[in-house]
Structures are given as structure tokens and as C-alpha cells.
T-cell receptor
Framework: KAGVTQTPRYLIKTRGQQVTLSCSPI?????VSWYQQTPGQGLQFLFE???????NKGNFPGRFSGRQFSNSRSEMNVSTLELGDSALYLC???????????FGPGTRLTVL | GQNIDQPTEMTATEGAIVQINCTYQ??????LFWYQQHAGEAPTFLSY????GLEEKGRFSSFLSRSKGYSYLLLKELQMKDSASYLC??????????FGTGTRLQVFP
């Protein structure tokens, strides 16, 4: 069974631009969560989707948004990029909301 | 807030035993996970505790005390490949999974 995949793996953008990251969960998994990981802050929860509905949202500004499609694939979007948005963005999927999460390899975003 | 506290760094010797502690706020607690993350890689699941007691899985064991808001991950017969960050994560009734900042373990020969 294929694992969680994320595209792209690496991305370089400049301040003010917007970016869309994609996550394909493990087949059959309906829950997808997004996290931001930085050296200083560790893993910070962004949002969680289940069956196309956002169930939870972390403490991030409205520039961060996401959605989930009917095939459980998910995207997250960051608009008006800031230097501080440089981070590793991790997607994790699980069968149901409170199950073990399987992480993808992440997308490393660099904002210049 | 829902702070998760764990030591920043630990060192140990190959073949030894190490215990990584994690404390958390108990209100709304609904389960605790431990993850391992090697440098440059994604976290991988190690264990899940929702009831008090010890869960053993090979060389790794995880303990939970819900009343004390305390968990530990015990690694036995340490190997060099165990050098990694160990993340404690707590799920609260809000269903949010809150991660600690991780404990970086270095195993020396």
C-alpha cells in the first residue's frame, strides 16, 4: 500500500506570493491533518479535514487555508507569503480522526 | 493552553536504557502518542496510550499516568540508529493533536 505523498517536495517563493501544497493520503484514509514544523517551534497543528469538512483549525492567521476533496486528497494554501512561513509542511493521514497518523515526507518551503 | 513539556536533548550510550519524559495538562485528555523523527525525515508512529499503564513493543515501551499528566518512553538496548528526535503528542477532547517540541536523543558508541 502506498504511503502518504506530498507534492512538491521543495519550493522556493518570494514574499507576497501565494503557494498551494498537495497531499494524497493512504488509500482508504479519510482524515488528513496538516502541520508546520520549524526548528524553534516544533510541530504546529494547522488544520484537520475529515470527509471534506474542516474539523479543527490551529492558531494560524487566515492566510493559511485548506480543503479536502471527495477522494480525500487535500490541499493547503498560503497567501501573501512572509519570511516566517519558511518551514517544513507535513501532511498526515489516518483511517478515522482519533487513529494513528501516518506522515508524508513533507514539503520544504523557503520564502525569500 | 495545552503545553506539552519534554526535555530538549538527551545523550546515552549504545546498549544502555534511556527514559524520555513528557508532561502535559490533563484537562480534556484523550490519548497520547509517541513519534520518532530522524533528521530530514517525517515522524513515524511508535506508540499510543489512552489508559494508565505500560505498553511494551519490542525494545520500546511507553507508560502513562493520566492523573499525573505524565508519560515516558523507555528505549532499551540502545542502538546507534535510535539517534533521533522523539515527539510526544497529546490529543484533547477538541480532537486537536498537540505536539511537544521533541527530545533530541544522541546515542554514542
Amino acid at each position: 500500500k502506498a504511503g502518504v505523498t506530498q507534492t512538491p517536495r521543495y519550493l522556493i517563493k518570494t514574499r507576497g506570493q501565494q503557494v498551494t501544497l498537495s497531499c494524497s493520503p493512504i488509500s482508504g484514509h479519510r482524515s488528513v491533518s496538516w502541520y508546520q514544523q520549524t526548528p524553534g517551534q516544533g510541530l504546529q497543528f494547522l488544520f484537520e479535514y475529515f470527509s471534506e469538512t474542516q474539523r479543527n483549525k490551529g492558531n494560524f492567521p487566515g492566510r493559511f487555508s485548506g480543503r479536502q476533496f471527495s477522494n480525500s486528497r487535500s490541499e493547503m494554501n498560503v497567501s501573501t507569503l512572509e519570511l516566517g512561513d519558511s518551514a517544513l509542511y507535513l501532511c498526515a493521514s489516518s483511517l478515522e480522526v482519533d487513529n494513528e497518523q501516518f506522515f508524508g515526507p513533507g514539503t520544504r518551503l523557503t520564502v525569500l | 493552553g495545552q503545553n506539552i513539556d519534554q526535555p530538549t536533548e538527551m545523550t546515552a550510550t549504545e546498549g544502555a536504557i534511556v527514559q524520555i519524559n513528557c508532561t502535559y495538562q490533563t484537562s480534556g485528555f484523550n490519548g497520547l502518542f509517541w513519534y520518532q523523527q530522524h533528521a530530514g525525515e517525517a515522524p513515524t508512529f511508535l506508540s499510543y496510550n489512552v489508559l494508565d499503564g505500560l505498553e511494551e513493543k519490542g525494545r520500546f515501551s511507553s507508560f502513562l499516568s493520566r492523573s499525573k499528566g505524565y508519560s515516558y518512553l523507555l528505549l532499551k538496548e540502545l542502538q546507534m540508529k535510535d539517534s533521533a528526535s522523539y515527539l510526544c503528542a497529546v490529543r484533547y477532547n477538541t480532537d486537536k493533536l498537540i505536539f511537544g517540541t521533541g527530545t533530541r536523543l544522541q546515542v554514542f558508541p
